[in-house]
């Protein structure tokens, strides 16, 4: 199982995006589920997570421009992307903690390019 991240593309400076990763129920419905950036070959860093009863944590850099939200009844996970940053730029994917703890999951990620 992989979980697909899609809805990225190319924005200017100061746009919008609304990402969004759908898993199978038996990953998603008792799962913390986050969204990452991979910031280098080996790592990638967490953006925002949010827990199954909608308790979310952003990443300094994001709080304020960016939102994770939940859709319990659709299992889809999104993050609305709002006054994007050059350096906002990056390969995004979603996974669920237990996912990013054994190394699960991870599917292709989706593009997001911030042109200044």
């Known amino acids: 199982v992989q979980l697909q991240a899609s809805g990225g593309g190319l924005v200017q400076a100061g746009g919008c995006l609304r990402l969004?990763?759908?898993?199978?129920?038996?990953?998603?419905?008792?799962?913390?589920m986050g969204w990452y950036r991979q910031v280098s070959e080996t790592q990638r860093d967490l953006v925002a997570s949010i827990t199954v009863g909608g308790i979310t944590q952003y990443k300094d850099p994001v709080k304020g421009r960016f939102t994770i939200f939940r859709d319990n009844t659709t299992n889809t996970v999104y993050l609305q992307m709002n006054s994007l940053r050059s350096e906002d730029t990056g390969v995004y994917y979603c996974?669920?903690?237990?996912?990013?703890?054994?190394?699960?999951?991870w599917g292709q990620g989706t593009v997001v390019t911030v042109s200044s």
């Open positions: 969004s990763c759908a898993a199978p129920g038996n990953i998603f419905a008792k799962e913390t």
């Open positions: 996974n669920s903690l237990i996912g990013v703890l054994t190394n699960h999951y």
